[in-house]
């Protein structure tokens, strides 16, 4: 199985700065890798697949990079209502696995 | 527009059954490949199978912890997605998503309790 390893577990950060979380995958998945927001009672939402593809309506200030077994989601400029919990999952191989998550909270 | 509707979870004791269906519209339901994810109370999301489009095969593959307990189908006449769980534990008490296996789109999750 690919391991997915996401960092940090938890930020907390300011309203306009700038953020990014690392996932590394135990294998190399190409740009199979996708990044999800899930707020509190619902569903995840895609944000970026594959690794570098902003999902349609999804904010500009979200952004996805990287291949092989370094990624990253940078939010450019923090706004409150990206307070959530952030999932990467990789789509090359089954069984599909995710990161642990990363929780942010606004300061 | 894409919709994924579960239904079915509830409160089962250790040992019993369940079935989650999940009513799919929006999309064309007979080509697309499907999965289960799951997520326990405060953790984080899991991965539990996904089946086929029948023009693909229609087969199945599940996660570790659940394979030999949990039979993912479909019906692609009523455009409908079911996971049956048999012997089921306290640690499969979560929320189980029906989603497109490509993870682009998403129900709103049933909430499964196995509790005696």
């Known amino acids: 199985d690919i391991h997915l390893t996401q960092s940090p577990s938890f930020l907390s950060a300011s309203v306009g700065d700038r953020v990014t979380i690392t996932c590394r995958a135990s294998?190399?998945?190409?740009?199979?890798l996708g990044w999800y927001q899930q707020k509190p009672g619902k569903a995840p939402k895609v944000l970026v697949y594959?690794?570098?593809t902003l999902q349609s309506g999804v904010p500009s200030r979200f952004s996805g990079s990287g291949s092989g077994t370094e990624f990253t989601l940078t939010i450019s400029s923090l706004q409150p209502e990206d307070s959530a919990t952030y999932y990467c999952?990789?789509?090359?191989?089954?069984?599909?696995?995710f990161g642990q998550g990363t929780k942010v909270e606004i300061k | 527009e894409v919709q994924l509707v579960e239904s079915g979870g509830g409160l089962v004791k250790p040992g019993g059954s369940l079935r989650l269906s999940c009513a799919a519209s929006g999309f064309t339901f007979n080509n697309a490949w499907m999965s289960w994810v799951r997520q326990a109370p405060g953790k984080g999301l899991e991965w539990v199978g996904r089946i086929k489009s029948k023009i693909d095969g229609g087969t199945a593959d599940y996660a570790a912890p659940v394979k030999g307990r949990f039979t993912i189908s479909r019906d692609d006449s009523k455009n409908t997605l079911d996971l049956q769980m048999n012997s089921l534990k306290a640690e499969d008490t979560a929320v189980y998503y029906c989603?497109?296996?490509?993870?682009?789109?998403w129900g709103q999750g049933t909430l499964v309790t196995v509790s005696s």
């Open positions: 594959p690794a570098s």
């Open positions: 294998l190399g998945i190409s740009s199979y």
């Open positions: 989603l497109t296996d490509m993870s682009d789109y």
């Open positions: 999952q990789q789509l090359h191989s089954y069984p599909r696995t």
